[in-house]
Nanobody, 118 residues
Framework: VQLQASGGGLVQNGGSLRLSCAAS??????MGWYRQGPGTQRELVAT???????KYANSVKGRFTISRDNARNTVYLEMKSLKSEDTGIYYC???????????????WGQGTLVTVSS
């Protein structure tokens, strides 16, 4: 499975950004976004299952929206009302629908940097 993320960048406090991540190589069950800020551990931002069930970190509820296009194996993260504490590297995550004995449980994208300036 390969994950290609895009959409990061520099935005001012209160601005918006949209991240995309396209998966290839396998049918994907759950997809999501995690982030790692300066000096912090990687944390969950949001996930979405193939059936559309979503989960959000409390810190982004009401500001971020995760969605996916199953036909394109692509997940999106619409981020609004961005704050400086949203700054970090955002990583796409995907769990394959089918696994063999050697298939990893999950795959990670290369990360895309989001910088929110105050």
């Amino acid at each position: 499975v390969q994950l290609q993320a895009s959409g990061g960048g520099l935005v001012q406090n209160g601005g918006s950004l949209r991240l995309s991540c396209a998966a290839s190589g396998a049918r994907i069950d759950k997809m999501g976004w995690y982030r790692q800020g300066p000096g912090t551990q990687r944390e969950l931002v949001a996930t979405v299952t193939r059936s559309g069930a979503t989960k959000y970190a409390n810190s982004v509820k009401g500001r971020f929206t995760i969605s996916r296009d199953n036909a394109r194996n692509t997940v999106y993260l619409e981020m609004k009302s961005l704050k400086s504490e949203d700054t970090g590297i955002y990583y796409c995550n995907a769990e394959p629908s089918e696994r063999t004995a050697t298939t990893p449980k999950e795959f990670w994208g290369q990360g895309t940097l989001v910088t929110v300036s105050s």
